[in-house]
């Protein structure tokens, strides 16, 4: 037990005297707490509306900026004079400046010249056709165009029916009261953290990972190796390198996820509640990442310390570490693909198999429907599943770094260690 704690504190100690590792760290949290600090400092709410609780200035602040703004040209074709009252058109869409023209080539000039961001020609109530040089995803000119022309229908029904038109809108446009009850998840909500803490574990396995991979080939390669084997057994050496690695990655992303709680916390009110929907992590999602994030993290840890330990030269880790560097990629993939399908057979199922479950089964926590016993046996299964790996990989540390050459195959390495019955 003194020499696994002797090479993890070795470990730990290599890690705090990176000056990569030390910078980010640090880098990030000022930078968090300097930036969630800034409305208690400073008066942000000309820059930020939201922070002002007076909605008088919130509403002038708003029509200052749109008052600012450069006008948008619009072109339009309307020879049978369907909209008369052409200034509905510069009601319903703000800062724009409309052109009427008489033809449709004139408007197909304006709008290739860049003279006009789109046009309408109106053929009837019910029948138009939008023009457009370039469209893309958040265009609304049409859903807009298409609000004034349901107006100007039901003004004209009105008007042939002898009906009130104030009277007719209101049956047709009926203003609704409600109110949401959640009773089971805020998906809507949880999505944001769920993706963060995804994206996180993916970075923290893969660059902790290969870093331990490094190390270990490292050692190998400059027989380093041979030295530490004499001082320590091969299980002290591949245990201390990989916990060192975690607890310094959970550290890392502890005092930087702490940093900006705290921070944000103590300037909540400043903030006026506006990243409540960011910091304020429901307490099952936090837990579900801890655990199970920690754990599925050593055990692709203990699997790329085994796969580094099988090569002699650091050239040779990207082949030795390339398919579980693969199966990885693919879990995550397949997690991205759960946040849109988090009740689906695939996530159900990957969520108990031990190389997704780390993630999947935090996207049923967080966005699906999930029991306390499928999680609890989930959790039994990647901790099973950690602990024969670490063993394994101890196995596979122990016969790889003393045999130099040609890299080993991983198939190669497990009949050698069958046959031997390496203990």
Not at 44 to 69: A, D, G, H, R, Y
Not at 130 to 156: M, W
Request: hydrophobic share 45%; proline share 2%; glycine share 6%.
């Amino acid at each position: 037990m003194k020499q696994f704690f002797n090479v993890l504190s070795f470990e730990l100690s290599n890690y705090f005297k990176n000056k990569g590792y030390l910078i980010t760290t640090i880098l990030i949290s000022i930078l968090l707490i300097l930036g969630l600090s800034l409305p208690s400092l400073f008066d942000m709410s000309k820059l930020i509306p939201q922070l002002s609780s007076n909605n008088s200035e919130i509403t002038e602040n708003i029509e200052e900026k749109n008052e600012s703004k450069d006008k948008t040209n619009y072109v339009i074709m309307d020879t049978n004079n369907i909209i008369s009252d052409k200034s509905v058109l510069e009601t319903a869409f703000p800062n724009s400046n409309w052109t009427i023209v008489n033809n449709k080539d004139e408007a197909e000039n304006l709008i290739k010249s860049g003279d006009a961001k789109a046009g309408f020609i109106v053929e009837s109530l019910n029948k138009y056709s939008y023009l457009v040089d370039n469209s893309g995803f958040t265009d609304t000119n049409q859903i807009i165009f298409e609000n004034i022309l349901s107006t100007l229908n039901q003004i004209e029904y009105a008007e042939n029916n002898n009906l009130n038109i104030d009277e007719l809108q209101s049956v047709i446009n009926i203003p609704f009261e409600s109110e949401i009850s959640i009773l089971g998840k805020d998906s809507a909500s949880n999505f944001f953290y769920v993706y963060i803490f995804i994206f996180a574990m993916y970075m923290m396995i893969l660059l902790y990972g290969q870093l331990i991979a490094v190390s270990v080939t490292s050692e190998k390669s400059n027989r380093a190796i041979e030295v530490l084997v004499t001082s320590a057994s091969s299980n002290s050496l591949i245990f201390g390198k990989v916990i060192g690695a975690a607890l310094a990655s959970f550290l890392q992303v502890a005092i930087i996820l702490g940093s900006g709680i705290i921070s944000y916390t103590l300037n909540s009110k400043a903030w006026n509640g506006l990243l409540d929907g960011v910091f304020k992590i429901p307490s099952n999602i936090l837990l579900t990442f801890i655990i199970f994030g920690s754990i599925g993290y050593l055990f692709y840890s203990f699997i790329f310390g085994a796969l580094g330990a099988l090569v002699s030269k650091t050239e040779d880790i990207s082949s030795s570490i390339g398919p579980i560097t693969m199966i990885f990629v693919i879990v995550f993939l397949i997690s991205m693909f759960g946040l849109t399908n988090s009740d689906s057979l695939l996530i159900k199922i990957a969520s108990f198999i031990p190389f997704s479950s780390s993630m999947t089964m935090l996207i049923r926590v967080a966005l699906g429907t999930v029991s306390n016993i499928e999680i609890i046996i989930s959790f039994i299964i990647l901790l099973l599943s950690t602990i024969l790996i670490a063993i394994g990989a101890a196995k596979i540390y122990r016969l790889g770094t003393l045999m130099y050459g040609n890299p080993i195959k991983l198939k190669n390495a497990l009949k050698w260690f069958k046959k031997e019955k390496i203990s």
